[in-house]
């Protein structure tokens, strides 16, 4: 949880059900207002382009003919390019591909003011329907009034927003995630010891229920001490100089690291490698590519897989199954799955090195998911369907 990178358009137990209502503008456009929100759209994204960050000249140009679908148009805008956002952007594009899906992608550089535009410019082109992963829960109350004026459906993925007006969310369980890599830590320590710890940007939900979670099992372990705690922005290169002056300040004290995502953890490492310090325990979350490395070569001594492909997908997933009036699970919950070196192997084959065979199932896979409720499934040794 990188840079601004902007998406032109181009021609290409029982749970509830929630059904999306009908009306003029959903479950889908009329003809002929289709046609004149890609008009809109068109016109706007010049503006996107010019004012949004770097251009992306590779737009989502899946023709959808096999789909039997209509085509629809979802306007994406992600709090910053992170590996996690990037392995998931790669997850949408192969799954709008797949089921007629015209995405639009901007990226907001980690600045409000950003997506707010972003936003405003989606709401402004009359999409089908919006995704944002947003930089603040607090953000966005203007945009999401907006698209509710304009019948737009609103949704927010793996990052929540503050606001009883969305559409719908698809949105990880952080707090769990928090208290499941702490848990690995207690256990590394043996209870006792002297950690630090990486934040997330503060004030977006991941940091905030991902330190709940965290604060949760350090509470059960009252001999583990916290040295220090900052935001590294989920960033590698920020977590190398924050972790450098922490070592400066504590030196042999520090006893392991508790990173809230692993681009920080990966920081960490570098940190404490350069310093010569290679025995202490890192752990993360999400399972990008470099981390599950780390865990596999015992650099971390875990991860939770939070696959940006999987979820990013399902949440573009949920978002069209609404705007296409489909019977779905409502605000259906990503539960990510421990890694250890146990599993990480499989994981691996996931994101790293069977990729292209993932990728090729990832519509059927997503699709069965959603109409499941389980968004994490992905075949792993320890989940269920």
């Known amino acids: 949880m990188g840079d601004p990178t902007t998406k032109p358009l181009t021609d290409h137990d029982e749970e509830p059900c ?40 590779n737009a989502n140009t899946g023709s959808g003919d096999d789909s039997g679908q209509e085509r629809i148009t979802i306007g994406v805008s992600v709090y910053d390019m992170s590996s996690f956002v990037t392995e998931g952007k790669e997850g949408i594009e192969r799954y709008a591909e797949e089921n007629n899906i015209e995405i639009l992608w901007n990226s907001a550089g980690l600045d409000v003011n950003t997506q707010a535009s972003q936003v405003d410019q989606y709401v402004t082109a009359g999409v089908d329907a919006i995704v944002v992963i947003p930089v603040q829960a607090d953000s966005l109350q203007p945009q999401i009034a907006a698209a509710k004026a304009a019948d737009i459906p609103f949704f927010d993925v793996n990052a929540s927003l503050n606001s009883e007006d969305l559409t719908g969310s698809v949105q990880p369980d952080d707090v769990a995630a ?35 979670g965290i604060d949760n099992v ?31 300040a504590f030196g042999d004290d520090i006893d392991g690291v508790i990173a809230q995502n ?39 001594i875990g991860t939770s897989l939070q696959n940006g492909t999987v979820e990013l997908s399902a949440g573009v997933a949920y978002a069209a199954a609404i705007v296409r009036g489909e019977d779905v699970k409502e605000n259906p919950v990503y539960l990510m799955p421990a890694i250890t070196k146990d599993n990480v192997d499989e994981a ?26 389980n968004i994490a499934y992905e075949g792993l040794t320890g989940q269920s369907e």
């Open 178 to 212: 928090g208290e499941q890599e702490a848990q690995m830590m207690m256990e590394a320590l043996g209870g006792k010891g002297n950690v630090i710890i990486l934040q997330g940007p503060l004030g977006g939900s991941g940091e905030i229920n991902r330190g709940k």
């Open 348 to 373: 691996i084959g996931h994101v790293v090195t069977e990729r292209d065979a993932f990728l090729k199932n990832l519509s059927e896979m997503t699709n069965k998911n959603l109409k499941s409720g």
């Open 18 to 57: 929630f059904i999306a209502p009908s009306n003029e503008r959903n479950p889908m456009f009329t003809k002929k207002s289709r046609i004149a929100a890609a008009f809109a759209v068109t016109s706007v994204a010049a503006l996107m382009l010019a004012g949004c960050g770097a251009g992306d000249p």
């Open 262 to 300: 692993d681009d920080m953890g990966l920081g960490a490492l570098q940190a404490l490698k350069e310093a010569g310090m290679t025995d202490v325990p890192i752990v993360g979350i999400d399972g990008i590519a470099d981390g599950l490395e780390a865990v596999k070569n015992g650099d971390f």
């Open 218 to 248: 350090l509470a059960e372990n009252p001999d583990v001490k916290v040295l220090a705690k900052d935001t590294a922005n989920w960033k590698r290169d920020e977590a190398v100089n924050k972790v450098s002056n922490w070592i400066s």
